[in-house]
């Protein structure tokens, strides 16, 4: 029996390690989300803060070389029509030469507050301040403390887009940023009732998975039950506070919906937080979800992609993934032949 302590340990390590990779994933593919309704995307810069309000958001990630266990991975985000709100903190010089041109602008020369009625608004003008509201934008500036506060909002419409390349080890799911680890890859998952413990962010975990026997519903088409939906831990960064929520598709380990306002991918594109929350096909498709009893989607949405879902199997609800089981019934079977023709002997 000793003989085989040896065999055993290299038969081990023929053995391959659990991948977290699906068998649909490969160079080329893609799966792109929608989301309608009331989204803000935020930034925050070395000036102050950028937010933008926008009525339709598009994510895409895109697979577009796989070496060995790694992958580049693009990312794109768009926002269509979108308003746009900055914060930023200024010197006390630059914060008065700034004050100083809107008060000569209208001939503002100190004493009471001025009020001007301009197009499509007013003005007020005073010592240490200074604000604007018309129907394209709103603009105010306060100087106090040895600083000067500026809020800028603009009305009119704007696209807005980032795009970044992340690299995923497809055998950890670890996101590199840069080269630098930056979380956990949730875009897709091999078994998703096991995803418990996914750490997404350092201190943000999958709490809990939940099987659903629904049907979901997305921009793409019907997801057949059983769907998995996960909660992470709540988390609190400034300004925001909440959980990530992911619905993956049972049998392809897809994330076929997310609500994500902390994720590493957002890093990538420069964003501290996104707050997309799909509203609009809840709405639209109120009478079949009361009606059929599907799941109506939340969040962004998958509305495109180009992965062949024909070759999906239902995944166990709880359990080892299939290639670790697979696995260890093959060492299984190995070690019985080898203890049978050494009994033979």
Same mark, same amino acid.
């Given at each position: 029996?000793?003989?085989?302590?040896?065999?055993?340990?290299?038969?081990?390590?023929?053995?391959?390690?659990?991948?977290?990779?699906?068998?649909?994933?490969?160079?080329?593919?893609?799966?792109?989300?929608?989301?309608?309704?009331?989204?803000?995307?935020?930034?925050?810069?070395?000036?102050?803060?950028?937010?933008?309000?926008?009525?339709?958001?598009?994510?895409?990630?895109?697979?577009?070389?796989?070496?060995?266990?790694?992958?580049?991975?693009?990312?794109?985000?768009?926002?269509?029509?979108?308003?746009?709100?900055?914060?930023?903190?200024?010197?006390?010089?630059?914060?008065?030469?700034?004050?100083?041109?809107?008060?000569?602008?209208?001939?503002?020369?100190?004493?009471?507050?001025?009020?001007?009625?301009?197009?499509?608004?007013?003005?007020?003008?005073?010592?240490?301040?200074?604000?604007?509201?018309?129907?394209?934008?709103?603009?105010?500036?306060?100087?106090?403390?040895?600083?000067?506060?500026?809020?800028?909002?603009?009305?009119?419409?704007?696209? +807005?887009? @980032?795009?970044?390349?992340? %690299? $995923?080890?497809?055998?950890?799911?670890?996101?590199?940023?840069?080269?630098? *680890? =930056? /979380?956990?890859?949730?875009?897709?998952?091999?078994?998703?009732?096991?995803?418990?413990?996914?750490?997404?962010?350092?201190?943000?975990?999958?709490?809990?998975?939940?099987?659903?026997?629904?049907?979901?519903?997305?921009?793409?088409?019907?997801?057949?039950?059983?769907?998995?939906?996960?909660?992470?831990?709540?988390?609190?960064?400034?300004?925001?506070?909440?959980?990530?929520?992911?619905?993956?598709?049972?049998?392809?380990?897809?994330?076929?919906?997310?609500?994500?306002?902390?994720?590493?991918?957002?890093?990538?594109?420069?964003?501290?937080?996104?707050?997309?929350?799909?509203?609009? +096909?809840? @709405?639209?498709?109120?009478? %079949? $979800?009361?009606?059929?009893?599907?799941?109506?989607?939340?969040?962004?949405? *998958? =509305? /495109?992609?180009?992965?062949?879902?024909?070759?999906?199997?239902?995944?166990?609800?709880?359990?080892?993934?299939?290639?670790?089981?697979?696995?260890?019934?093959?060492?299984?079977?190995?070690?019985?032949?080898?203890?049978?023709?050494?009994?033979?002997?």
């Amino acid at each position: 029996m000793k003989r085989l302590v040896p065999v055993l340990a290299l038969l081990l390590l023929l053995v391959p390690p659990t991948s977290a990779t699906p068998y649909w994933f490969g160079e080329g593919v893609y799966a792109r989300y929608v989301a309608r309704g009331q989204l803000s995307i935020g930034m925050s810069t070395s000036a102050g803060n950028v937010t933008y309000y926008c009525p339709h958001v598009e994510f895409t990630w895109r697979a577009l070389k796989v070496s060995g266990d790694k992958a580049r991975v693009s990312l794109l985000l768009l926002g269509f029509n979108c308003t746009r709100e900055e914060y930023s903190t200024l010197g006390e010089g630059e914060a008065m030469a700034l004050l100083r041109k809107y008060q000569g602008r209208y001939n503002f020369t100190g004493g009471d507050c001025l009020e001007v009625p301009v197009t499509g608004g007013n003005v007020t003008v005073c010592e240490n301040s200074y604000y604007e509201r018309t129907a394209r934008r709103v603009v105010g500036l306060v100087v106090e403390d040895g600083e000067g506060r500026l809020f800028n909002r603009s009305y009119t419409p704007e696209n +807005f887009s @980032r795009a970044g390349v992340v %690299e $995923i080890d497809l055998t950890t799911g670890e996101i590199y940023v840069n080269g630098t *680890l =930056a /979380g956990g890859n949730f875009l897709w998952v091999e078994n998703p009732a096991n995803v418990t413990g996914l750490e997404i962010l350092p201190g943000l975990k999958i709490e809990t998975v939940r099987m659903i026997n629904s049907t979901a519903m997305t921009y793409y088409g019907d997801f057949n039950a059983p769907v998995y939906m996960a909660h992470t831990n709540m988390m609190s960064l400034p300004g925001i506070s909440g959980k990530d929520v992911i619905l993956y598709d049972g049998s392809s380990g897809l994330a076929i919906a997310f609500f994500t306002p902390f994720s590493p991918l957002w890093e990538a594109l420069g964003i501290s937080n996104a707050v997309i929350q799909d509203t609009e +096909f809840a @709405r639209e498709h109120e009478r %079949e $979800i009361k009606e059929s009893n599907k799941m109506p989607p939340f969040g962004l949405v *998958l =509305a /495109g992609t180009n992965i062949d879902f024909t070759r999906a199997e239902e995944l166990p609800e709880e359990g080892p993934s299939r290639t670790a089981l697979f696995a260890v019934v093959g060492v299984a079977v190995v070690l019985g032949a080898l203890l049978l023709w050494r009994w033979r002997r």
